[in-house]
């Protein structure tokens, strides 16, 4: 059974910061795609980025430029480090990991307000 265990979530103001972490005992870590999804309350999750096993990535438009994912292989951790977050950002984050089958963390919450 694959884990996911997800931290760093928490309240910010508009404007600030903050780094999403995601580690897994699964082994196939570095074969996997890793992805992070959010979803607010009455939403639909959705896709917000993600990497290849290869380093390639994908944001969603609504954060790009200020969204970074990334992934440190002998950890087996992959991060999303918000900046300039929003009112909008708030939802509840999920990190994914895709190789022949889904896997998704537990979540972790995220609100901006002031």
């Known amino acids: 059974q694959v884990q996911l265990v997800e931290s760093g979530g928490g309240l910010v103001q508009p404007g600030g910061s903050l780094r999403l972490s995601c580690t897994t005992s699964?082994?196939?870590?570095?074969?996997?795609?890793m992805g992070w999804h959010r979803q607010a309350p009455g939403k639909q999750r959705e896709l917000v980025a993600e990497?290849?096993?290869?380093?390639?990535?994908n944001y969603a438009d609504s954060v790009k430029g200020r969204f970074t994912i990334s992934r440190d292989n002998a950890k087996n951790t992959v991060y999303l480090q918000m900046n300039s977050l929003k009112s909008d950002d708030t939802a509840v984050y999920y990190c994914?990991?895709?190789?022949?089958?889904?896997?998704w963390g537990q979540g972790t919450q995220v609100t901006v307000s002031s």
């Open positions: 994914r990991l895709r190789t022949f089958a889904t896997y």
């Open positions: 699964a082994r196939i870590f570095s074969i996997a795609a």
């Open positions: 990497m290849s096993s290869g380093g390639t990535t």
